[in-house]
């Protein structure tokens, strides 16, 4: 019987168990159990007493090459002594892992387990940890280059929001403001002095649900799916811009921001310019990921993605940033200290 063909799929645990097993001699105990089915898979893996975490990629999400970056890079933060969740070879000394879905074939890589949990209303002294882990992990990345994507304002701001474009009328407020921020922003990006600005390798993607706490103190960063080449002050915007959207309370978002950013600077120095860009390439960002979202519609995000979800994530998180920054007035940004 011929099976009608597929977009996504989801690996069974059982068989996935029983691969795992022979591809990394792990013991007949051992046990898959689905984490999430997202922009990629994962997968809780548990041998007895041993877990680690074993990722399957969409299909074409990343092709062998990106992925073999991302496992480069991991292992260059391991043996630098970050603690990071770091990539496990198989018996053969294999990173990845070919799967034949029905979809099509997927790549699949196991991680370590990062230990603790997820922790959303983080105290200064956890953030100021966390900017301290961040500015380490750029000064092993300042000027490293990998083969993966390079986020320049095209690829952040013009080829993301292609996939938005189309999801709500183009008469309605919201639309006309993601219009207006994205010109206004590539006009702003234009004037940054870059020769104050560091260049290497970002994570992208450095907030509350890609960071395990153990013991409040032990921090384990994880996911570098869109790890790539970049302005390092993004990932530090990107944070930032975390931090306000979980604050209810303006003091209390400053207080955790400076924290942040104390413990940044305590490793190494953010340049004058970086200070100054900081907001709008949050709000870069916001629009990146949200074309993401849009992008990613047939195989993750149309269990959430609709009008109301739209309106409400663009007025309350992207254009609630856009004005509390004033990033239509550029001379009031340039004049302003941040946080």
Not at 221 to 235: A, H, Q, S, V
Not at 277 to 302: A, D
Request: glycine share 4%; aromatic share 12%; proline share 3%.
């Amino acid at each position: 019987m011929n099976h009608f063909p597929v977009i996504t799929s989801t690996l069974s645990e059982k068989h996935l168990a029983l691969f795992l097993q022979k591809k990394y001699n792990l013991s007949t105990n051992t046990t898959c159990q689905l984490l999430k089915t997202g922009i990629n898979h994962a997968y809780l893996v548990t041998d007895n007493e041993q877990k680690s975490v074993f990722r399957v990629y969409s299909l074409n999400w990343r092709s062998r090459q990106e992925i073999s970056e991302e496992i480069r890079l991991l292992n260059l933060l391991n043996e630098n002594q970050m603690h990071v969740s770091y990539p496990i070879a198989d018996v053969n000394g294999d990173y990845i892992q070919t799967l034949n879905a029905p979809e099509g074939e997927r790549f699949g890589v196991m991680f370590s387990y990062a230990k603790g949990e997820k922790v959303l209303n983080l105290s200064p002294t956890l953030h100021e940890k966390i900017g301290e882990i961040m500015a380490r992990f750029h000064q092993i990345t300042h000027n490293l280059h990998i083969d993966r994507v390079t986020y320049t304002p095209k690829k952040v701001l013009l080829e993301s929001l292609q996939h938005f474009f189309g999801f709500l009328p183009d008469d309605t407020p919201e639309v006309e403001f993601i219009r207006y921020a994205q010109e206004h922003l590539l006009e702003q990006l234009k004037k940054i002095d870059e020769t104050q600005v560091r260049k290497g390798v970002i994570h992208l993607d450095i907030w509350f649900d890609n960071l395990n706490i153990a013991d409040e103190k032990d921090i384990t960063l994880f996911d570098f799916d869109f790890c790539g080449n970049g302005w390092l002050c993004y990932d530090a915007a990107y944070y930032i811009m975390q931090i306000y959207s979980v604050e209810t309370d303006e003091n209390e978002y400053k207080q955790k921001a400076e924290s942040f950013l104390k413990g940044y600077e305590s490793i190494t120095l953010l340049t004058a310019e970086e200070r100054r860009i900081l907001p709008m390439l949050g709000e870069c960002i916001y629009l990146f990921y949200l074309g993401v979202q849009c992008q990613r519609f047939n195989n993750w995000s149309n269990t959430f993605i609709n009008e109301v979800y739209l309106k409400r994530f663009i007025n309350l998180r992207i254009k609630r940033w856009f004005e509390y920054n004033q990033l239509d007035n550029i001379e009031v940004v340039q004049g302003s200290s941040f946080p």
